[in-house]
């Protein structure tokens, strides 16, 4: 994307006061406008939404900051996505990526956004019943009317991202993975290849290649691991994305919580700008989606670019070795 700002994008998923059913307050529109102000104050420049964050208010609370600062929407860069079908009663949830659901959804964030386009429209999920040629056909109709510019991806692989394209007249953009220090399978994925370790790793080997190869743009979603080693306590039972499993899982997340501190006392800087700057650090131009609508912690992510790119090889290592919990094979 042609931007100028930080590579940080910032998340919205956070607005709008929580998924709970109950409207838009003002002190949820208060809160949008402090988390807006934050990122805009370090350099942030895409501001990335989903039709179902909080049931549409997200958007509508990012939506209500624009429009009592329209002069905002010249300097930013919207993204919203769409595909995904809440469950409600009597119906299950489902993924929609139909032409009417695209155009149906795209049309509703919109609205909610006080915008008259969209700079990139981003489906959701892969949806087993949508044939790409409606897909297309859906991106071809706003693009003419002028409602989206560009097509991206979110959760697909680079197999599915091959397929899609074949339906399409202008290349896809973006693709929104989960990435982080600690869901790593995008990048065990590479290593693992002919080791037994593999077969636990889910991501499909090859979309960052995919991406690199067509020059679409890879974001991060989750990308401070929920707080794990900045703050929050870990929660994890578990041993999916290569980690240690069960005991060896909480052993992991404190030895790399301590790593991070470490690192952000001895660089004078945040130990989000640390987590963040691991990801920054790795060739792939990953561009981190900041999900937190605290404005305490979005500052804190200021300096991840320039920690990124001082991140040496050893410190990089040892952060992913740490958050594996064992030596690498």
Not at 14 to 23: D, F, T, V
Not at 128 to 143: K, Q, T, V
Not at 248 to 264: C, K
Request: charged letters at 20%.
């Amino acid at each position: 994307m042609d931007d100028a700002g930080s590579r940080l994008i910032f998340g919205a998923m956070g607005l709008g006061g929580g998924w709970g059913s109950g409207p838009l307050e003002a002190a949820d529109i208060a809160a949008a406008h402090t988390a807006v102000e934050a990122a805009v104050d370090i350099g942030i420049r895409i501001f990335d939404h989903a039709d179902i964050y909080a049931h549409g208010k997200a958007e509508a609370a990012f939506g209500r900051v624009l429009a009592e600062r329209p002069d905002l929407r010249q300097t930013i860069q919207l993204q919203s996505k769409c595909g995904i079908r809440l469950p409600v009663p009597g119906l299950v949830g489902q993924y929609d990526s139909s032409r009417a659901a695209i155009v149906a959804g795209t049309e509703e964030s919109l609205r909610r956004l006080h915008t008259d386009h969209l700079d990139t429209l981003l489906i959701h999920r892969p949806d087993p019943l949508a044939p790409a040629e409606e897909i297309a056909a859906a991106f071809s109709g706003l693009r003419l009317a002028g409602k989206v510019r560009r097509l991206g991806v979110s959760n697909m692989s680079g197999e599915q991202m091959r397929w899609l394209q074949t339906a399409l007249d202008e290349p896809l953009t973006v693709n929104q993975l989960e990435m982080s220090l600690y869901r790593r399978d995008w990048l065990e994925s590479g290593v693992l290849v002919n080791h037994p370790e593999g077969a636990a790793v889910s991501f499909p080997h090859g979309t960052l290649e995919y991406c690199a190869a067509h020059a679409v743009e890879l974001q991060a979603w989750g990308s401070l691991a929920r707080g794990r080693y900045s703050g929050r306590p870990a929660e994890r039972a578990d041993g999916a994305d290569g980690t240690a499993g069960d005991g060896g899982a909480a052993a992991a997340d404190g030895a790399t919580a301590a790593l991070v501190s470490e690192l952000a006392r001895d660089k004078g800087c945040t130990q989000e700008a640390v987590v963040l700057g691991w990801l920054l650090r790795h060739p792939a131009q990953i561009r981190p989606v900041v999900g937190t609508s605290n404005a305490d912690r979005i500052k804190a992510c200021a300096q991840a670019e320039e920690i990124g790119a001082a991140m040496t090889r050893q410190e990089w290592y040892a952060l992913w070795v740490a958050a594996r919990g064992r030596p690498l094979p």
